[in-house]
């Protein structure tokens, strides 16, 4: 039913869709280093993999996007030093991260992971059955490369509060976020060294685009701050109930 309803909307939404795609903003990816280091104590590897998120998008450099920002906070709650490294190129989908990004990931040898995708799964219009086959690959694959390392992966946000996206946009692609990230949480759940981090946006903050960047559609540089407190605290837990 809620697939009828997504189709219904989208088709009424397919010309702001076309508009939307023909005039957005594009935004580069962060700069300098991909690789860096914080916190003091034993060593703690951290490798991010996944689309524009983990290439930072919306953020000046990777110490300050969700990568370094995970880092941060990883280090604070369980007092190590983390090496981390983010390996992201945006557009990916699910599968492409799985193809393109994995094989020569330094997974070999991480203790964590976090993992960004989703959302280029939506716009690209894959299905609920499509996507739940897709990222479990993905996460099989990752498990097979890494198979001490804890995985955090990013919820798909609530699109229905992007900027970017023309209200009738808002409305198909905010129903069929809640329906994949479902499929997420369904899918992390049967994995006990998987979590899923939920990623919330303030309405009051949405509506003034304080939390995103300047293309309305990617994090602000300010936002990758609580979103990678998220992902820290979602890894921590994992640790804490001895899932590693």
């Not at 009828?4 to 903003?25: D, E, G, S």
């Amino acid at each position: 039913m809620r697939s009828l309803q997504f189709w219904a909307l989208f088709a009424l939404a397919l010309p702001a869709a076309l508009r939307t795609r023909r005039t957005a903003v594009r935004a580069e990816g962060a700069a300098g280093p991909e690789t860096g280091a914080v916190g003091d104590g034993p060593t703690l590897r951290l490798v991010g993999l996944g689309d524009s998120i983990i290439a930072g998008v919306g953020a000046s450099t990777h110490a300050v996007g969700l990568v370094g920002r995970t880092a941060e906070a990883l280090a604070e709650l369980e007092r190590v030093r983390v090496e981390w490294t983010a390996v992201g190129r945006s557009g990916l989908t699910s599968t492409a991260i799985r193809e393109r990004l994995l094989p020569t990931a330094p997974l070999h040898d991480a203790d964590a992971i976090i993992v960004s995708a989703g959302v280029n799964d939506l716009t690209r219009l894959s299905g609920p059955v499509r996507f739940r086959t897709n990222l479990g690959m993905l996460l099989d694959a990752l498990e097979v490369a890494a198979p001490s390392a804890r995985i955090a992966l990013a919820g798909l946000p609530p699109l229905e509060t992007f900027p970017a996206l023309p209200p009738p946009l808002k409305r198909a692609f905010g129903l069929r976020g809640r329906q994949l990230d479902r499929i997420m949480q369904q899918v992390v759940a049967g994995r006990p060294r998987a979590a899923h981090a939920p990623v919330d946006i303030d309405p009051v903050a949405a509506a003034d685009r304080a939390s995103f960047s300047a293309d309305g559609f990617h994090p602000s540089e300010a936002s990758y701050i609580p979103f990678g407190r998220g992902l820290a605290v979602a890894l921590h837990a994992l640790s804490s109930t001895g899932n590693t």
